[in-house]
């Protein structure tokens, strides 16, 4: 939830600061601001609403702004509806409208995450005759800051240090001070934000791939503390305002990964860059021919129940790894939605294995159900994509996607890198504790996943069609039983999330317990039909809609062609061992949501009132 960047050094910081924050767009793009200081002249602020490029073309791609040092951000509204009033920066002083222009402020800043005491700071600093221009919670922390600044002299680290003292929330907060015209501060609790330097030159975002093109050379922050940055130099401090030692970590991403790369979309480039990514997740677990995970064997001997919690697509993933874990091992699997899980007062057996399944690391609920299974002792197993994310860095063990950079705000191939670290997950765990026998003959069946995805997308043109043909509709049905009801759960969230067509996914043994009820003259009803077992069962359901008047399209397996006479529609996907059939029935269902969102004219990478990683509750 709203993105964040700065630049100090030796070249022109306001069209670094523009270029940094079209690749941060997804965590945000309702408004956005920079703020730029050249040398001891005041800072001068610039906002719009809407996209990045209505703020690109105020300031000329940032030409019209001189300066050496500054910051910006992208917002996703939290507190105060999107205008450019409370757009980001915020100062101390005044800054009504679009652009305040040359700032008389002592304090300006940018702020990404929630301050949840805002209101009685608001009106502590009431008290003390500071006035309130936007309904923001950001405009009260960079006044308390300035007013702590002013009343005890003693600098900028130790003026944010004590307001952060007063502070509940979350926050990574950028901060520029007058006196200090080539410097920037920033702070860091629960929410993202990297330091990047070369010579003479330093870089600040919420993410790595904002400043791949300038630097490779990274300083992760960790949580409570706070940074100096100056041009080409960072200096670290913590709570007492002491100094910390860190290194940078030379990162390893080309600056390619955040480029579209030919592709209409970054979402069209994520669902095409599936086969690699399977085979390089696939292959990061795999050494001399056996699995390894960083998890205890004789802990998982003995482990008596797993927890698998996340949010959105990666509590999507983890139903998937309960069905197939269930259906390899002994262990009996809960899958939990991270924003339940944390308050939920339930008994957590001492010796259960929680995995917390999380993209971008940093999903507020997610972290938070990591940090309450930690409280009470409980072994914590992460599977996240972004390197030295806060989830990454605060489990137990970590077990790295190899999705790269994801950008579109529809994930597609980060899915399908969790669904191989939990068959991984699941395979190790059958082999360590006796059900798995040969555990060679399933990942040689993994490995068969990527060439079967690239056969997939070779059909995207029929999904093409079909979408064209059906972008009107206003609702749809995903129907599946086992694990074709839980990749139902994520075909039918991408194509709600991007294309605004009300959908459900429903277990097809349910439907006839309510639902059915909606059914009516060309409902489209989409079922996914691939476990022999269920087959037929899955098959009667979709006969039963489609009597009621609904037009049934059907995702099945290669050679199942039954399906053909009772549907209007049908997508093959290869022959593969039903346990992995959901990282195959899921592409069709990615490009059906694609081409639906393409045919309804919609911003596919950026729907609304959607980000990409969040970060608040
Ligand atoms: O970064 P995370 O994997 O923790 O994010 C979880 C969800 O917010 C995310 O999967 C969301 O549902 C996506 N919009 C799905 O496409």
């Known amino acids: 939830m709203c993105g964040i960047v700065g630049y100090v050094g030796t070249r022109q910081a306001a069209p670094i600061l523009l270029s ?59 507190h105060g509806e999107p205008s450019t009033t409370n757009a980001h920066p915020h100062v101390s002083g005044n800054c009504l409208g679009s652009g305040c222009g040359p700032v008389e402020s002592d304090v300006v800043g940018v702020h990404n995450g929630i301050i949840e005491n805002y209101q009685e700071l608001k009106e502590k600093l009431l008290k003390h005759d ?56 920033v702070a860091r609790k629960d929410a993202p934000i990297i330091i990047g330097t070369s010579a003479g030159e330093s870089f600040i975002a919420s993410d790595v791939p904002a400043i791949i093109n300038y630097t490779q050379s990274v300083y992760y922050i960790d949580n409570l503390e706070l940074a100096r940055i100056c041009a080409g130099s960072v200096h670290f401090y913590d709570l007492n305002g002491d100094e910390v030692p860190k290194e940078p970590t030379k990162v390893e991403l080309s600056p390619q990964a955040a480029e579209k790369e030919g592709f209409e979309h970054f979402m069209m480039k994520e669902i095409h860059e599936q086969p690699r990514v399977v085979k390089d997740t696939l292959h990061s677990a795999i050494k001399d021919g056996s ?176 979408a064209a043909k059906f972008a009107h509709i206003k609702d749809a049905f995903f129907i599946g039983r086992g694990i074709d009801y839980a990749s139902c759960l994520e075909g039918s969230l991408k194509m709600k999330e991007i294309s605004y067509v009300h959908s459900e996914a429903y277990a097809a043994g349910e439907l006839k317990h309510g639902t059915i009820s909606l059914i009516e003259d060309g409902t489209l009803v989409i079922g996914v039909n691939t476990q022999d077992e269920l087959f037929e069962k899955t098959l009667s359901n979709l006969v039963e809609v489609g009597s009621r008047g609904a037009y049934l399209a059907a995702i099945t397996e290669n050679g199942r062609y039954s399906m053909e006479d009772s549907v209007n529609f049908t997508v093959y996907t290869p022959r593969i061992n039903e346990i992995f059939s959901a990282s195959l029935t899921v592409i069709p269902m990615q490009l059906l949501g694609y081409y639906f969102a393409v045919a309804r004219g919609l911003d596919v990478d950026k729907p609304r009132n959607l980000a990409k990683s969040v970060t608040v509750e």
């Open 20 to 78: 940094a924050l079209s690749r941060l767009e997804y965590r945000g793009y309702d408004s956005a601001g920079i703020a730029v200081r050249d040398g001891a002249e005041l800072a001068e602020v610039v906002k719009a609403t809407g996209k990045l490029a209505n703020l690109s073309m105020k300031v000329d791609g940032g030409k019209a702004l001189k300066g050496f040092c500054g910051i910006g951000h992208t917002r996703w509204a939290t």
């Open 130 to 185: 500071y006035r309130f221009y936007s309904n923001t919670d950001t405009e009260v922390v960079i006044k308390l800051i300035d007013y702590y600044y002013k009343k005890y002299k003693l600098g900028p680290i130790d003026a944010i240090n004590r307001t952060l003292v007063r502070v509940r929330g979350t926050y990574a907060l950028e901060v520029m001070f007058k006196d200090y015209p080539d410097e920037i501060y």
């Open 291 to 466: 699995i390894h995970i960083d998890i205890d064997d004789e802990f998982l001997k003995k482990l008596s129940r797993i927890y698998i919690v996340g949010c959105g697509s990666a509590y999507h993933a983890g139903v998937v790894g309960q069905y197939v874990i269930e259906r390899l091992t002994d262990v009996p699997v809960r899958v939990e939605l991270a924003s339940e899980f944390r308050y939920r007062k339930m008994p957590l057996a001492k010796d259960s294995l929680v995995i917390l399944v999380s993209q971008s690391g940093e999903t507020a609920d997610t972290l938070a159900a990591l940090r309450a299974a930690k409280e009470k002792s409980l072994f914590t197993y992460a599977i996240v994509n972004v390197v030295g994310s806060s989830i990454a860095r605060e489990a137990d063990s970590v077990f790295y996607t190899m999705a790269g950079p994801e950008i579109a705000v529809a994930t597609t191939k980060a899915y399908s890198a969790q669904l191989i670290a939990l068959y991984l997950l699941a395979i190790k765990l059958g082999t360590v504790r006796g059900s798995i026998t040969d555990p060679k003959e399933l990942v040689d069946e993994m490995e068969t996943i990527p060439e079967k995805i690239e056969a997939i997308l070779k059909e995207r043109d029929r999904i093409q069609w079909f």
